[in-house]
């Protein structure tokens, strides 16, 4: 087969099949080169192949551009959750269990951007018009001005998408999205792909914001390939336990705001109400001090958080003890336990053991472990930690303690909720809260020592 070469203009980049003289596009002499290929020069339908692309603008690390305008819809934990607010051409990721409120919460969040101005159209692929509807009147939101479609055809929600020329477009959900060019079945992973990504492009393309629902396996992550998480601007996981009536809107990624923010809803009768006090909801059923309860002052994204540590510790009648944990990583556990019997001497074979975060809180962050490790040691000695004291640091494995950031902002919060007394790793930063006393230890033997005459 005969070898085909490809010429284009040095001035203005035309391409040509044959070099000439002049070049028809700006009219310079001898300009036209023949081009050499880019760094693949394999066949074309399996490489890049010879044809060259247009040249990309450049700018600096020093470029000044404005902030990208947001619209908020006046609920303060979504518009916290997202950054601020709703940025325009943004696509979020919403994962949750089902039944979890998911529907709920998005269809509450459209019509109060609808009411404040936002074009909002909420397209259904799970439920017909009239199950939205029927929801809609028992929220009370019936006169809010959101367009309702149902379809599950993406070139047609698309194409109607173009047409109305929304602010903000919702899809419940993602899974049941079909493309006609993708030859498989709604919901796999093709399609799930397929959808995401045409649903991704349009919204940059056109500027308009579009929220995508997705169902989450059973190990809690969003089904599907893991590349739809890496494709959308900001991903959400709605949480929460069905015996609890909290729900937590958390952000795992946010390209226009701060990761791992939460918001903190209630569900009532008339659909989710924000809470704007998440600590004083959290510590609300705490009784008298008992032994195995201790108050956590954590941090969530950029907010602080105060909840209830609860353990129980008690002699196994099986040959493997149990270690049951919810709201809590089973395998930082299971080091805190290990660290307690290798550093202090305290042995916890032969005890169940028992943790877990009151109100439905899922924690992540090291800064807990102290807090974990009072509980158990609380619990094993049935000693009573004061009900007015906070606990806060992280464990290393050599049994010393590390200090925990943001250590003001926690002491602030416990303050501001009638606590007296805090429990901190010294070595941080010099914090003094009036009306707040902070009690620092330098490692886990001292603290056991002080607090539970051990160690």
Known sequence: MAKSNSFSCSACGASFSKWSGRCEGCGEWNTIVEDKGLSSAGPSKKSLGIRRGKTIPLSDLSTEETPPPRATCGVAELDRVLGGGLVAASAILVGGDPGIGKSTLLLQAAARFAQAGVKTIYVSGEEASAQVRMRAQRLGLAKAPVKLAAETNLRDILTTLEAEKPQLAIIDSIQTMWADHVDSAPGSVSQVRAAAHELTTFAKAQGISIIMVGHVTKEGQIAGPRVVEHMVDTVLYFEGERGHQFRILRAVKNRFGPADEIGVFEMTG?????????????????????????????????????????????????????????????????????????????????????????????????????????????AREDVALPADTAVFGEISLSGALRPAPQTENRLKEAQKLGFTSAIAPSGGKSVSIKGLGLRQTSDLAGFVGEFFGAG
Not at 320 to 329: E, F, I, K, N, T
């Open 270 to 378: 008339c659909g989710l109400a924000e809470v704007t006090n998440p600590s004083a909801l959290f510590l609300s059923d705490r009784g008298e001090p008992s032994p195995g309860s201790v108050v956590f002052a954590g941090i969530e994204g950029t907010r602080p958080v105060l909840v209830e540590m609860q353990a129980l510790v008690a002699p196994s009648p099986h040959s493997q003890p149990r270690r049951a944990v919810v709201g809590w990583d089973s395998s930082r556990l299971a080091m805190i336990l290990a660290v307690l019997e290798a550093r202090c001497g305290i042995p916890f074979a032969g005890l169940d053991v028992y943790l877990n975060v009151a109100g439905g809180m899922k924690i992540t962050e090291p800064a807990a472990d102290l807090a974990v490790a009072a509980a158990l040691l609380s």
